[in-house]
């Protein structure tokens, strides 16, 4: 919120979020999320991020009600209508950039215009650490892991992304390896 985001999942907050990474990024910093966002531009890292929402949201699709899921947690809200609504690929050069830490975050497709993908992840790796992560509604793909090296994910959840025989939900793609899902 320190960067006007409202926090509320209705405002659009796509560009209060990336001056928040932006300053996340310069000084190294790790950013605590308190609520829901709503985005409808791209919002780009290009070191990999320390981000970090206030618990875990679980899935929409499962339309969970009441007590403890009255407080949906940090939800991502993307109205980014086409390719990735997130993008974590900082420039490499094919070397792999540590620091990678995503916990307790929901990027959730919203709306009949979203025809892009989720989330890509490259050039980041050697210690990695990514819990409660969830990508969820996006037809053309989830998450995209793409020269991602010795990285821990932790309680992944894609749901209701891709398309059957058409369009994969997960792609590990480019060199990624030691990667290790629980």
């Given amino acids: 919120r320190g960067w006007g985001c409202a926090c509320d999942g209705l405002t659009d907050d796509s560009d209060n979020v990336q001056a928040a990474m932006a300053y996340s990024e310069t000084h190294d910093r790790q950013l605590y999320a308190p609520g829901p966002v709503r985005i409808t531009k791209k919002i780009t890292f290009t070191k990999p991020p320390q981000l970090r929402g206030f618990m875990y949201s679980p899935p929409v699709i499962g339309k969970f009600q009441g007590t403890p899921y009255a407080h949906k947690g940090f939800i991502i809200y993307s109205e ?3 390719g990735y609504c997130i993008e974590i690929n900082p420039p490499s050069n094919n070397q792999y950039i540590r620091g990678l830490n995503l916990i307790d975050i929901h ?20 210690g990695g650490y990514v ?6 509604g996006f ?19 894609i749901l209701n992304c891709g398309t059957d025989n058409v369009v994969a939900a997960l792609e590990l793609t480019n060199g990624t390896n030691l990667v290790t899902f629980n």
């Fill in 80 to 82: 980014v209508a086409s």
């Fill in 107 to 126: 990027v959730l497709a919203q709306g009949a215009g979203v025809n892009g993908k989720g989330v890509l992840i490259a050039n980041c790796g050697w």
């Fill in 131 to 136: 819990r409660g992560f969830v990508v969820e």
């Fill in 139 to 157: 037809k053309n793909g989830g998450l995209e892991l793409s020269q991602l090296q010795d990285t821990l994910f932790d309680q992944l959840e």
